[in-house]
T-cell receptor, first 111, second 114 residues
Framework: RKEVEQDPGPFNVPEGATVAFNCTYS??????FFWYRQDCRKEPKLLMS???SGNEDGRFTAQLNRASQYISLLIRDSKLSDSATYLC????????????FGAGTRLAVHP | EPEVTQTPSHQVTQMGQEVILRCVPI?????FYWYRQILGQKVEFLVS????????KSEIFDDQFSVERPDGSNFTLKIRSTKLEDSAMYFC????????????FGPGTRLLVL
């Protein structure tokens, strides 16, 4: 089983749509969870951390289900500028904050 | 806003040559990392560095790789004898602490080994 697994997409959605991405992770001892965004040939940029209670940042909502080892990201009212690859990232427990990346889910928002 | 910087942005080298990739982490950060991303693949952890020593390294980080913090600001990754399969984007990252601290990534160095 992959350490962090994501649907690669692509998700092609019109502007204004709501889109949801899912991710599963294999190590139940992981403590930190993140969504990063990566534009083509650029560095990963933190979109948001994911907390057990769920958290929201504007149009973005992240949820964590520890029992199912499942993380989600919901984007409401998609903008053209949301087009990117969304990386689910989990820390490796017990170490020095080594991050384990999923392969990413590609989102393309069209007019 | 403080950011991680990396030089060079692109490096082309011949197989067997040594390369040094440079990074300047955010100034009050204490933990430093190198990751790489082969074209079309996921980002992979190489090494973490704290208090002037390697704290963790992956299987990728073999004897051909080394890291150093030669002064108070720079953090370098050296590949001693490059191979074709070392061609990738190399990202430096830094964080204030460990645990749940956010890691901030530099813009990367694109390495091409011919």
């Amino acid at each position: 089983r992959k350490e962090v697994e994501q649907d690669p997409g692509p998700f092609n959605v019109p502007e204004g749509a709501t889109v949801a991405f899912n991710c599963t992770y294999s190590n139940s001892a992981s403590q930190s969870f993140f969504w990063y965004r990566q534009d083509c040939r650029k560095e990963p940029k933190l979109l948001m951390s994911v907390y057990s209670s769920g958290n929201e940042d504007g149009r973005f909502t992240a949820q964590l289900n520890r029992a199912s080892q499942y993380i989600s990201l919901l984007i409401r009212d998609s903008k053209l500028s949301d087009s990117a690859t969304y990386l689910c990232v989990v820390n490796s427990p017990g170490g020095y904050n080594k991050l384990i990346f999923g392969a990413g889910t590609r989102l393309a928002v069209h007019p | 806003e403080p950011e991680v910087t990396q030089t060079p942005s692109h490096q082309v080298t011949q197989m067997g040559q040594e390369v040094i990739l440079r990074c300047v982490p955010i100034s009050n950060h204490l933990y430093f990392y190198w990751y790489r991303q082969i074209l079309g693949q996921k980002v992979e952890f190489l090494v973490s560095f704290y208090n002037n020593e390697i704290s963790e390294k992956s299987e990728i980080f073999d004897d051909q790789f080394s890291v150093e913090r030669p002064d108070g600001s720079n953090f370098t990754l050296k590949i001693r004898s490059t191979k074709l399969e070392d061609s990738a984007m190399y990202f430096c990252a830094s964080s204030v602490g460990r645990g749940q601290e956010t890691q901030y990534f530099g813009p990367g160095t694109r390495l091409l080994v011919l």
